[in-house]
C-alpha cells in the first residue's frame, strides 16, 4: 500500500496553536451567565450529570428519545404530550437529543443560503431558553455543532440555555454545504471545547456519539475503542473537559454491544456518566414490517437494561422507534418506543439472575486489549507523520484529514490478510462490516439470478450527499464488481463538486445516494451544475428519496425526479436493470 502522507505534509505551517484556543473558549466561557436547567432544578440537583449520578448509584434507569421537528414550538408541544401520556402508560421520559437540520452547523448567516434538511432550527435566543425551561426534560445538543463551522455560536447558545451535555466530538469527519475551509472548522470547534471545559465544575459535560463518526465506519472494534481512547486523550487530559462517550446504533449483536459498553466503561476512568446508549437502528429495512421491528427493538434494549442494571453506568436507555428506517418518527411511535423500553426494564430487572456475564467480559478483554494497541500505534504514527500530539487542533485535523477508513488501514491492529477490505483480519469484526459484506453478496445474488450485465467500459461516478456512506459503500462496491470503472467521491459531497469530477472522467452516469430529506431540491441542483457544464450523464439518485413540500412533509418525490429525467431508485437492483437496458447491448455474463 503507498502512503500519500510524507511527514510534514499533512498540516498546514500556520495552524493556530491550539491550547491558544482552549484557552480563549474557556474565557469567553467566563462571560456567558450560568442558568441551571429546569430539569435539574425539579431534582433538586446542581446539574444534569448530578442526577445522573444520583441514578447510577441508586440502581435508578433512565430514558432517552431523539427528536427534531421543524421548530421548537412543534417539538416542545411534542415532548409535553409524550411526557404527559406516559403517566397514564406508565413510562418516564428524561433526556431528548434536539436533532437539528444540518443547516444549524453553518453560521447563522449562510443558514439560509443551503438546501433546507430534515430536522430543527433553532432561530432566536428565546428558541434556545426555551429548550433549557419549557419542558421537565433534559435537552442535549449533540448534532451539527463540535466538529461544525458553527461550533463556537452553537455552544454559546447551549451554554446560555443551562445544557448539561453539549457535543458532539465524534463529529469532527462532518462535511458542511458551502463550506470548504477545514482549518476555521476545526479551530473554532477546539475553542468551543474549552468553552465546554470551563464549565466542568458546574458539572456541564462535553459529549460524544460515537456512532455519529468514524466508529460507524470502522470493521474493527478495536479500531473503535482505541479512537475512543485518542477522543478521551484530547478531551480530558489536553483540554481539561469532563466526557460522555455515547454509543451504541450500529450494533446488532448483544453480546457485541454490551461488551463494547463494558470497555468503554474501562477507559471511563472519571466515570463520569454517559448521556444515553443508543437503541439499534441498523437492522430494519424501509420494507421491513414494525411488528418485526418491535420485536427486535424490544430485544436490543432488553440487553441494555440488564447490563445498566448489573454494570451501571448512567447512560440513559433508548428504544428505537419501529420507522426508524422509514422517516422521522410520530408521536405515537415515540410513545409506543418508551413503552417497549419500561417493559424491557421489568423484564430485566426480574431476570437478571440467568444472565452468564463471563463471556462478555471476556470479549470485553479482547476489545480492551485491542483497542491499547491501537491508540499507541495511531499516536505513534501521527508524531511520525509530524503531527504535535500534544496540540489538539493538530490532533483532530490531522486524523479528519487522513481519514476514518485510511487511518484504519494504516493503524488496524488485526494479523494482516489481504483478502480484507482493510487489509487485515479484524480483531472483533463490527456488525456494521457484517452487514455491509452480506448486504453487497444479496444485491449481487438477486442480479446474477438474472444474468449479471457487463458492465465493462462504463464510467460512473459516485458519491454521498451528506454523511451516510454505507448505501454508497455498496452501490461502489456492487458497480466495481460488475465491471464498471468506478470513481467513489466519498461522502458530504456538493452538486458542484460532484459535476466537476462527472466532466474530468467523461462519466456515463453519475449515482448519488441522499438521506437527509432534500432529494428533490438535490436532483435539481445537480441537475443544473451538470447542464451548466454542458454534459449529460445519465443520473440516478437513491437512499431516502423524500422532502418537505407544500403541506406534506416527507413526501416521497421519486415522480417528480424521473419528471427531471432523474432515475430515482428504490433499491441498487433497479438502477442495475435500468443500466443494463440503457447501456448494455451484448449477451448478459455470469461474472
Ligand atoms: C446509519 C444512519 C446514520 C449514521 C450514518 C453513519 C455512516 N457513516 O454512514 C449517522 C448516525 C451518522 C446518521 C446521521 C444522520 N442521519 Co441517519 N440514518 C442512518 C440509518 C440508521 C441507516 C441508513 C443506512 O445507511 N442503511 C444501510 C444501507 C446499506 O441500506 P439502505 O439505506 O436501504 O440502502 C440501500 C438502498 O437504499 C440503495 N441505495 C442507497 N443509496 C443509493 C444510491 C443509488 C444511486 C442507488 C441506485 C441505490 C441506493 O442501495 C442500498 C443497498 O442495498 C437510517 C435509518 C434506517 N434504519 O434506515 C437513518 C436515517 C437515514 N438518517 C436520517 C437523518 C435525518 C440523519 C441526520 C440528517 C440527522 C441529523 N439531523 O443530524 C444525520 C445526517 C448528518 C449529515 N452530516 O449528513 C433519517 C432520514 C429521514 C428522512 N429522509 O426522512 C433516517 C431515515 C433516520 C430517521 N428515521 O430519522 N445516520
Redesign the pocket.
Same mark, same amino acid.
Given at each position: 500500500m503507498t502512503d500519500p502522507f510524507e511527514p510534514g505534509t499533512l498540516l498546514p505551517d500556520d495552524l493556530p496553536n491550539g491550547m491558544d484556543l482552549v484557552r480563549a473558549g474557556r474565557a469567553r466561557a467566563e462571560r456567558i451567565p450560568e442558568v441551571q436547567l429546569r430539569y435539574a432544578r425539579e431534582r433538586g440537583v446542581a446539574s444534569d450529570r448530578a442526577y445522573k449520578e444520583r441514578c447510577r448509584d441508586s440502581g435508578a434507569l433512565t430514558t432517552y428519545i431523539n427528536l =427534531?421537528y421543524k421548530t421548537w414550538a412543534q417539538t416542545r408541544d411534542v415532548l409535553r404530550s409524550v411526557q404527559a401520556r406516559g403517566r397514564t402508560l406508565g413510562y418516564a421520559l428524561d433526556r431528548v437529543s434536539l436533532? %437539528?437540520?444540518?443547516r444549524m452547523g453553518l453560521p447563522p448567516d449562510l443558514r439560509e443560503q443551503a438546501l433546507g +434538511?430534515?430536522?430543527l432550527m433553532m432561530y432566536t435566543p428565546q428558541d434556545w431558553a426555551g429548550a433549557g425551561q419549557d419542558v421537565d426534560i433534559a435537552p442535549i445538543w449533540n448534532?451539527?455543532n463540535l466538529g461544525s463551522p458553527a461550533a463556537v455560536v452553537n455552544t454559546e447558545a447551549a451554554l446560555s440555555a443551562g445544557f448539561g451535555y453539549i457535543g458532539n466530538m465524534a463529529q469532527h469527519n462532518?462535511?458542511y454545504p458551502l463550506w470548504d475551509d477545514d482549518v476555521t472548522q476545526m479551530a473554532r470547534t477546539v475553542e468551543a471545547m474549552g468553552m465546554i471545559a470551563q464549565r466542568k465544575a458546574s458539572g456541564t459535560v462535553l459529549e460524544s456519539y460515537i +456512532?455519529?463518526g468514524y466508529c /460507524?465506519?470502522f470493521h474493527d472494534l478495536a479500531t473503535s475503542l482505541g479512537w475512543c481512547m485518542f477522543h478521551r486523550y484530547i478531551v480530558e487530559d489536553l483540554v481539561g473537559a469532563a466526557h460522555s462517550q455515547s454509543y451504541g446504533?450500529?450494533f446488532q449483536d448483544p453480546l457485541l454491544k454490551q461488551a463494547f459498553g463494558l470497555a468503554l466503561q474501562e477507559i471511563n476512568t472519571h466515570r463520569v456518566p454517559p448521556s444515553f446508549t443508543h437503541g439499534d437502528?441498523?437492522s430494519?429495512? %424501509?420494507d421491513g414490517d414494525f411488528d418485526r421491528n418491535a420485536a427486535i427493538v424490544f430485544n436490543d434494549v432488553y440487553y441494555t437494561a440488564l447490563r445498566e442494571l448489573r454494570f451501571p453506568s448512567g447512560g440513559a436507555l433508548h428504544a428505537t422507534?419501529v420507522? +426508524? /428506517? $422509514?422517516?422521522?418518527?410520530t408521536e405515537d411511535e415515540l410513545v409506543q418506543s418508551l413503552v417497549i423500553a419500561s417493559e424491557a426494564v421489568n423484564r430485566a430487572r426480574s431476570t437478571m439472575a440467568l444472565m452468564d456475564w463471563r463471556p462478555v467480559l471476556e470479549l470485553r478483554d479482547t476489545i480492551l486489549a485491542g483497542g491499547r494497541r491501537f491508540f499507541a500505534k495511531l499516536m505513534a504514527g501521527l508524531q511520525a507523520l509530524g503531527v504535535d500530539t500534544a496540540d489538539p487542533l493538530q490532533l483532530i485535523l490531522a486524523t479528519r484529514r487522513i481519514g476514518g477508513s485510511r487511518m484504519e488501514e494504516l493503524f488496524g491492529v488485526g494479523e494482516p490478510d489481504s483478502s480484507y477490505p482493510r487489509g487485515f483480519t479484524p480483531v472483533v469484526a463490527t456488525d456494521t462490516v457484517r452487514r $455491509?459484506m452480506s @448486504?453487497v453478496d444479496v444485491?449481487l445474488r438477486d442480479i446474477r439470478a438474472d444474468g449479471a450485465p457487463d458492465l465493462s467500459g462504463l464510467r460512473v461516478v459516485?458519491a454521498s450527499g451528506?454523511?451516510? +456512506?454505507?448505501? #454508497?459503500?455498496?452501490?461502489s462496491k456492487v458497480l466495481s464488481d460488475l465491471g464498471a470503472k468506478v470513481v467513489d467521491l466519498g461522502?458530504?459531497m456538493s452538486s458542484p463538486d460532484i459535476a466537476k469530477v462527472a466532466v474530468e472522467t467523461a462519466a456515463d452516469v453519475v /449515482?448519488?445516494?441522499t438521506? @437527509?430529506?432534500m432529494a428533490l431540491s438535490l436532483g435539481r441542483q445537480l441537475l443544473d451544475e451538470l447542464h451548466r457544464r454542458h454534459v449529460a450523464p445519465a443520473v440516478? #439518485? =437513491?437512499?431516502?428519496l423524500?422532502e418537505d413540500l407544500e403541506g406534506q412533509s416527507?413526501a416521497d418525490v421519486s415522480g417528480q425526479l424521473e419528471q427531471l429525467g432523474i432515475t430515482a431508485?428504490?433499491? #441498487?437492483q433497479?438502477?442495475v436493470q435500468g443500466l443494463r437496458e440503457r447501456f448494455v447491448t451484448g449477451p448478459v455474463s455470469t461474472r
Open positions: =427534531g436533532i %437539528p437540520d444540518r +434538511e430534515t430536522g448534532d451539527h462532518y462535511g +456512532e455519529d /460507524a465506519g446504533s450500529t437502528t441498523n430494519f429495512s %424501509p422507534p420507522s +426508524e /428506517a $422509514l422517516r422521522i418518527p $455491509l @448486504n444485491v459516485t451528506d454523511i451516510h +456512506e454505507y448505501g #454508497l459503500f455498496v452501490v461522502t458530504s /449515482a448519488v445516494s438521506y @437527509n430529506g440516478y #439518485l =437513491g437512499g431516502r423524500n416527507a431508485c428504490r433499491t #441498487l433497479a438502477m
